[in-house]
């Protein structure tokens, strides 16, 4: 069982940047692939990125270029940092992690951290 914390949130004005935490606890952190999501007011959750047990990167082409998404294995902690932040970007921000034992879809959820971008 794997409990996921975001932070990092907050009102940030267009062209300026976040960066999102997340910690984990209770599994082997090392062991799980972990992904971003976002989902925004009357919209559909959507995929951001997602990053690797070796560190291997993806990201939706919404993000590409602006993204990037890091782990810390030594801190059980996965980072999103976010540049050249659009309004569109405005959504609340989870992560997830996949426990690589069974699927390949997400096993584990946090809370999320809502990231709010001004024009």
């Known amino acids: 069982q794997v409990h996921l914390v975001e932070s990092g949130g907050g009102l940030v004005q267009a062209g300026g940047s976040l960066r999102l935490s997340c910690a984990a606890s209770?599994?082997?952190?090392?062991?799980?692939?972990m992904g971003w999501f976002r989902q925004a007011p009357g919209k559909e959750r959507e995929f951001v990125g997602v990053?690797?047990?070796?560190?291997?990167?993806r990201y939706a082409d919404s993000v590409k270029g602006r993204f990037t998404i890091s782990r810390d294995n030594a801190k059980n902690t996965v980072y999103l940092q976010m540049n050249s932040l659009k309004p569109e970007d405005t959504a609340l921000y989870y992560c997830?992690?996949?426990?690589?034992?069974?699927?390949?879809?997400?096993?584990?959820w946090g809370q999320g951290t809502q990231v709010t971008v001004s024009s």
């Open positions: 997830a992690a996949d426990n690589n034992l069974w699927g390949s879809s997400y096993d584990y």
């Open positions: 209770g599994g082997i952190f090392s062991n799980y692939r």
């Open positions: 990053i690797s047990r070796s560190g291997i990167t």
